[in-house]
């Protein structure tokens, strides 16, 4: 028996198997670049979006030719739809990974934030404070613009010294001069360094 008979186009196996696979295969391509490249519009990226938007058109025009080329064909509606849907999760998946852009924290503590302020800048955070009138009386509502991918050790220190803190992350699309923390690239010459401090 010739297998590759099987996989031909026109054949059951390509019709019913092969075919939805590849149409869902591609629309997760293109809308996972979707996702992506309306991140970055959002982000401001006006390069990366553009080129990021010619392959997504061009692998959907793939997957929307097949359709119409098989439009008696089920499991190719349900691979496109379900494609979809995977595209979308994928791509916001990748976005948390890659943690482009960043974000405005603003803090409305219960407590006094002066250690809170004091240790947000040691770790070389900008941080701005303002008096307001809240439900309760006077509060000090802090803010600080940090990279996204920061978000998860600043709101550590919040929950330490301020645990139950009201708190707002919102996306900021473009940001002028400020205070943001540096992180150091690790190399080989470090971890040496630090063992040899630690054998003093």
């Known amino acids: ?22 149409i869902f295969i591609a629309r997760i391509s293109d809308q996972t670049i979707g996702t992506l490249r309306l991140i970055f519009i959002s982000k401001g990226q006006k390069l990366l979006a553009p080129f990021l938007g010619f392959f997504e058109v061009i692998i959907w025009l793939l997957a929307v030719s097949q359709i119409m080329k098989h439009l008696d064909n089920v499991l190719a509606y349900v691979a496109y ?4 849907a995977m595209g979308n999760y994928i791509g916001m998946a990748l976005e948390e990974k890659l943690s482009i852009g960043n974000v405005l924290i603003r803090i409305i503590p219960k407590k006094d934030t002066s250690d809170l302020i004091s240790f947000l800048r040691e770790s070389n955070y900008g941080v701005t404070s ?12 802090v803010f600080t613009i940090i990279k996204r991918k920061d978000i ?4 550590s220190i919040i929950n330490k010294f301020n645990p139950n803190a009201f708190y707002t992350i919102e996306d900021v699309k473009a940001i002028n001069e400020g205070i943001f923390k ?5 190399t080989i010459f470090n971890h040496l360094s630090f063992r040899l401090k630690k054998n003093k």
């Open 1 to 22: 028996m010739d297998f590759s008979q099987l996989f031909e186009a026109g054949s059951p196996v390509f019709t019913w198997i092969v075919l939805p696979l590849l």
């Open 81 to 84: 739809g379900g494609g979809f």
């Open 130 to 141: 303002v008096k307001a009138e809240g439900s309760k009386g006077q509060v000090d509502i």
């Open 152 to 155: 998860e050790h600043v709101v």
């Open 182 to 186: 540096h992180t150091r690239k690790s």
